[in-house]
């Protein structure tokens, strides 16, 4: 009969964590290479407890085996950094195997591998395991008595375990053992903040694969893992986690995982802020675990350094070890800022090396106080240290003290070099060592002659004298820098003059810091309260106003962007984004536009240079750091301050004064995604800016983009020319100056809407991007996209104000009444305004020179206008007579040299007569654009002959094949265009933007390019919208191509990749510390498929081509990544196709939209030199036959083609 166990016991068997054991990694004998993750096979399964099933859930996998966790590589320290004293804290009093009381309602026993020690009793599945199914705390052990035959009770205050023993020997063994070691210890009925285990950190995370959260428990060195709070405030709990093997690394939004030798803890935190929380725990908790404390005991024993030399903080745990002082951590920091050849700082607990027994027996002779009788011999009060010092006075008072020697008591030889060398000798042959350290730091040479042979130096004296001590703090000053306050003005200047101290303070809410721009809305409820401070230069965040250790800081130094958004991006109206040196963006929010513009303005005061004051009077919308050069200097990056105000972007460099370049009228602007480098060119001056960190200079790049574009519908917020014409007029006069000046009817024939619509949307988001050729664009649709701007032009180019009066004029009979009046008018507009309509009359009175040919006299040219500029129905009269009066008038109204407008208009005729010779020659291609066999949907159809201009990109190649075709687009036809390659047995879609030319140099005769659908582009949208950031990890299969020396890895092995915004990473294992491989990700192709002949292990393959772009080393690379499932393979190429296109991987508005709006091509293919330059020889050959025969075939076929 088995025993019955107690209903009231509520005896539990603790859940399955770590799947069945078949899957887990056994200390002596585990596999350490890892496997890919598979995802297919799925198994049911249940946690099961006494009561029964806890939880009926499905994981994919081991969860924390080799096939059903995230791994990451492992930076942190493993197995081999354990605590020297772990054993000796932990050490085991019994185990062995027993059966476990079986989960209530079953019949049979559970054989446990069972350990105690002094704080549990603790029960595995096999002697194997590292971590166990269920943990008791001898704390809460009540009672220990035998119980029928070899069987045993456990019991604590609210449950009983009944274990069985293989014979009565070993069952009364056990009772004895814990019985003793429960025996005369305090008992415990709730777990309370004064017990052993009082937590640093505890509350729910969720365990990837369950559904059920756990609670957890990180206390000192430890993580503890419990069914729930019930469990744990009675001491019953599920495992323990030793933290001197672990290491923490995030994985993304709210995950992070725990990694050991031995299993992988896959973590969920509920918020984004309480995953921060998390992981600073558990660094806390690895840090206290791999320090030691017996250096730290020790030099405490000497009560003087048990107070921080500095501020007398208690305890501290650092020390400068070449000074000889005891410091806190506070002071530590400040410290570290005098540099190394000043002050050598090391941990107490965790620079165990460092801290010979020599270095301890210095530190316990010297001591703080006495020390301080000599770097403190003379501190005024008023400028002594205490443990709530600021860190701005922490760091003056420790600069005066060590690095001036401020404060020190000087030696009597102080200033005689050779008597100061000379006591040095003779004192090292004593054991002085606090007058050694005086006569050190108050001139005395280290490394000074002794005058004797066998002893050079007073390092080999004190050694020869058997002065151990001596030679140590010798030793450790060899190449110190000797404090001296005539020096303090030859101290390395900073670039800029240190900011005035701000200080602010008050509530903000805040999102968790990013490592990418914030593109997407942030709800309110994705911000947390906290109180922030700004003081001494160090931007803080707390919990809340009551707390006093903040959750973060960030130091003036570290910011180098900050910007203020615009109302109603975020849920919050009012939010500002800080960057930091450290790649990371933190976004605050408030919903008062006057906390906000004060936080935005003390802390840019805080972080910008006096230097660059005037940029802080600005209203600007970001501000900031970058590294540039300038026209003049090409050799040498720069430090430049820049702030963005509006369409001005205002810089400010070392030794100039503050210029401002007005982007709206930049000649050039462009983005180098190569070199990370934005181009402005603007009148005689041309700026570099590089992007030495990618994350607040893509965002400058956006802001200084969208700033430079159209900024909306008045004519002084278009972007214009040096002579402030807007771009849009200025490129349509341009362009029918050089093509239409004659053209029948310009002006009064309308183009064609869809085309004048696409050229409208063009120039309005970039007029400057955009060159009107002839053969692209029609006349027709230039000229009505003209008029059309002028049309929609808010408030018109005579302003709204003003235009009664400008066509009240036009009604005035006498000639020279008007024409004052209009000179009038003409000087009361604004300037862009009164710029813009001198361009566009003297176009327009050029225009009707030629109407002879062009049939548009001053009236027709008015009757146009008239309505247009005026923006009136066309039914008043007064505005096609206003502007018929300014043609006709156009020298007396603009005053305008009538010289050089008859040489504009001979330049204009020359142009006409150039263009009537070459019409009257055979039409000839424009140089630069190719004929190229494209092929629809599959090769054994019909090939299309197609030009392809150097600017004609992957999405307009598709748009002309199907319309060659008339296939209809529907809703979510991904078409795309594809570079086959068939020997390779490898094809890649190109990138909707992506230029064909280039492609088609490249590609050999045994590849081609392919229109065709797109399958998988719907799921790769979807899969990438799912994601926070556009990065990936995991395990692949490797092969690399072989090389001509038969090097690299020739079949297929696993290793670890990590993929993320800047590079890709290869570690040859999940615990790797260094990549085996780096590459650039903008550098990399991926193409989909591999050969088949490099027998790979699955059929979802990827091939990847790496060139550098250097030009002194040109590299290129081949070689083969095998995923397991093709969703896998999708997942990967998606986040490579999302990295190199900055997430823009197919348009947005769909391909429907894009068909509608472009341009449509010309057909006409010119001259036969205009021949195919890919495909086999006899399709070469074939088609330089069709040319020759007949010039325009190709294009007349395919034009009334129909599929």
């Not at 991987?1145 to 001259?1167: C, Y």
Request: negative net charge; aromatic residues 8%; charged residues 25%.
């Amino acid at each position: 009969m088995l025993a019955t166990v107690n209903e009231n016991s509520n005896d539990y068997e603790e859940p399955d964590l770590f799947g069945p054991a078949g899957h887990r990694m056994n200390p002596p004998e585990r596999d350490m290479s890892l496997q890919v993750p598979n995802y297919t096979k799925k198994r049911p399964s249940s946690l099961c407890s006494d009561d029964g099933v806890l939880d009926d859930y499905e994981y994919e996998g081991s969860l924390h085996s080799q096939q059903g966790s995230f791994y990451l590589p492992n930076t942190g320290v493993l197995a081999s950094t354990m605590k020297e004293d772990t054993s000796q804290l932990s050490a085991v009093i019994k185990m062995g195997w027993l059966d476990k009381n079986p989960p209530q309602g079953a019949i049979y026993y559970q054989r446990r591998w069972v350990k105690l020690d002094a704080d549990y009793l603790r029960y595995f599945d096999t002697d194997k395991d590292v971590y166990s199914k269920g943990i008791i705390s001898t704390a809460f052990i009540t009672n220990v008595t035998t119980v029928g035959e070899l069987k045993f009770e456990v019991v604590t205050n609210n449950r009983t375990f009944i274990f069985r023993a293989e014979s009565e020997a070993e069952r009364n063994e056990w009772v004895t053992v814990l019985q003793d070691c429960t025996s005369g210890r305090q008992r415990h009925t709730v777990m309370n903040p004064g017990s052993p285990l009082a937590p640093d950190y505890q509350g729910y995370l969720e365990l990837k694969g369950l559904r059920s959260k756990l609670y957890t428990v990180v206390a000192s060195d430890k993580v503890f893992l419990y069914k729930n709070i019930d469990d744990y405030r009675i001491g019953l709990g599920i495992t323990s986690i030793e933290m001197n093997v672990g290491n923490i690394k995030d994985s993304d939004r709210r995950s992070f995982d725990l990694t050991t030798p031995y299993r992988i803890f896959s973590f969920i935190a509920e918020s984004e802020q309480m995953r921060e929380q998390w992981v600073n725990a558990m660094r806390d908790a690895i840090g206290e675990a791999l320090s030691n404390s017996e250096v730290a005991e020790r030099i405490w024993a000497e009560s003087s350094n048990s107070l921080c030399a500095d501020c007398e903080a208690p305890k501290p745990e650092w020390a400068a070890i070449n000074l000889c002082v005891v410091v806190c951590k506070q002071c530590a920091g400040e410290h570290r800022g005098l540099g190394p050849s000043i002050s050598k700082v090391r941990s107490l607990k965790m620079d165990k090396k460092v801290w010979t027994e020599e270095l301890i027996q210095l530190f316990l002779v010297i001591g703080n106080e006495r020390a301080n009788s000599f770097w403190a011999a003379n501190v005024p009060p008023s400028e002594a240290l205490s443990p709530s010092s600021c860190s701005e006075e922490r760091r003056r008072f420790i600069s005066n003290k060590y690095r001036q020697g401020k404060y020190r008591r000087y030696h009597a030889l102080y200033g005689n070099q050779r008597e100061l060398n000379h006591a040095l000798c003779i004192n090292v042959q004593c054991s002085d060592v606090l007058e050694t350290l005086s006569l050190i730091f108050c001139g005395a040479d280290v490394n000074c002659s002794t005058g004797l042979e066998s002893q050079l130096s007073p390092l080999s004296l004190a050694t020869a004298h058997s002065q151990p001590l001596q030679a140590e703090l010798l030793n450790h000053n060899l190449n110190t820098e000797l404090p001296r306050l005539e020096e303090v003005d030859a101290m390395d200047p900073e670039p800029y003059p240190l900011p005035p101290s701000v200080s602010h303070n008050g509530f903000l809410f805040k999102t968790a810091s990013m490592a990418r721009p914030v593109t997407e809305r942030k709800a309110k409820e994705e911000f947390s309260r906290r109180w922030c401070t700004l003081n001494d230069g160090v931007f803080s965040y707390y919990e809340s106003d009551k707390n006093s250790n903040p959750n973060g800081a960030l130091k003036a130094s570290e910011i180098v962007c900050l910007a203020s958004d615009n109302e109603d991006r975020h849920g919050y109206n009012n939010t500002f984004e800080i960057y930091t040196e450290s790649e990371r963006l933190y976004l605050f929010g408030t919903d008062d536009s006057e906390v906000k513009s004060q936080w935005v303005k003390s802390i840019a005061k805080a972080f910008i240079p006096v230097s660059a004051e005037p940029l802080l009077r600005l209203n600007f919308e970001r501000i900031g750091k970058l590294m540039c050069k300038d026209g003049l200097n090409l050799q040498r990056s720069k430090v430049g301050w820049f702030a963005l105000e509006g369409s001005v972007l205002h810089v400010y460099l070392e030794g100039s004064q503050v210029e401002e370049i007005h982007l709206r009228k930049l000649n050039e602007l462009s983005i180098q995604q190569d070199n990370e480098v934005m181009v402005l060119v603007g009148k005689g001056r041309t700026l570099y800016i590089e992007g030495k960190r990618k994350l607040d200079f893509s965002c400058w790049c956006a802001a200084i983009q969208a700033a430079a574009g159209s900024g909306g519908d008045r004519l002084h917020e278009q972007q214009l020319t040096e002579t402030d014409i807007p771009v849009i007029v200025d490129s349509c006069i341009n362009y029918i100056t050089q093509c239409g000046m004659v053209s029948e009817g310009i002006y009064r024939k309308s183009g064609v809407n869809s085309r004048v619509a696409a050229l409208c949307e063009r120039f309005r988001h970039d007029a400057r991007s955009l060159c009107l050729r002839e053969g692209e664009h029609q006349v027709d649709d230039v000229s009505n996209t003209l008029k059309r701007f002028f049309r929609e032009l808010k408030e018109g180019v005579f302003t709204t104000q003003d235009s009664p009066s400008w066509l009240s004029t036009a009604t005035i009979q006498d000639e020279s009444t008007k024409i004052s009046q209009y000179k009038k008018f003409l000087n009361k507009l604004p300037h862009v305004n009164k710029a813009t309509l001198q361009t566009l009359i003297k176009h327009l009175y050029c225009v009707q020179h030629f109407s002879d040919e062009n049939q548009m006299n001053n009236h027709n040219l008015a009757i146009v206008f008239g309505p247009t500029l005026f923006q009136t129905d066309g039914k008043d009269y007064a505005a096609g007579r206003a502007i018929e009066d300014l043609i006709e008038h156009y020298k007396l109204i603009f005053e305008v040299d009538e010289q050089q407008l008859n040489k504009q208009i001979e330049v204009i005729e020359v142009i006409h007569k150039m263009r009537n010779l070459k019409n009257l020659q055979p039409p000839s291609e424009r140089g630069g654009d190719f004929i190229c066999t494209v092929y629809l949907e599959e090769k054994a159809s019909g090939e299309r002959h197609v030009k392809i201009p150097g600017s004609m990109t992957a999405l307009e190649l598709t748009l002309e094949i199907l319309d060659q075709r008339n296939i209809p687009i529907k809703d979510k036809d991904y078409w795309s265009c594809w570079e086959i390659c068939c020997k390779e047995e490898m094809e890649r879609p190109l990138h909707y933007q992506e230029r064909v030319l280039p492609i088609v140099h490249s590609i050999g005769t045994e590849s081609h390019l392919l229109i065709k659908k797109h399958a998988a582009m719907e799921a790769i949208t979807l899969y990438l919208s799912s994601k926070p950031d556009a990065s990936k990890h995991g395990m692949i299969k490797f092969r690399e191509e072989r090389s001509i020396l038969g090097l690299g890895l020739t079949s297929f092995h696993e290793r670890y990749f990590i993929l993320n915004y800047n590079s890709l990473r290869m570690y040859k294992d999940v615990r790797s510390n260094r990549p085996e491989r780096e590459w650039p990700v903008k550098n990399l192709k991926v193409y989909l498929g591999i050969k088949k002949k490099l027998r790979p292990p699955t059929c979802w393959g990827l091939t990847v081509l790496y060139e550098s772009m250097k030009q002194e080393k040109p590299e290129r690379q081949q070689w083969y990544l095998c995923c397991e499932t093709q969703s896998e393979m999708r997942e990967w190429y998606a986040t490579f196709l999302s990295i190199q296109y900055d997430g823009n991987v197919w348009p947005q508005d769909g391909l429907q939209h894009k068909r509608v709006s472009r341009e449509l091509p010309d057909t006409r293919h010119g001259n036969v030199s205009l021949i195919p330059l890919r495909g086999s020889e006899n399709e070469m050959r074939n088609s330089v036959a069709a040319f020759s025969q007949d010039q325009l075939a190709v294009g007349s076929s395919a034009s009334s083609d129909v599929p």
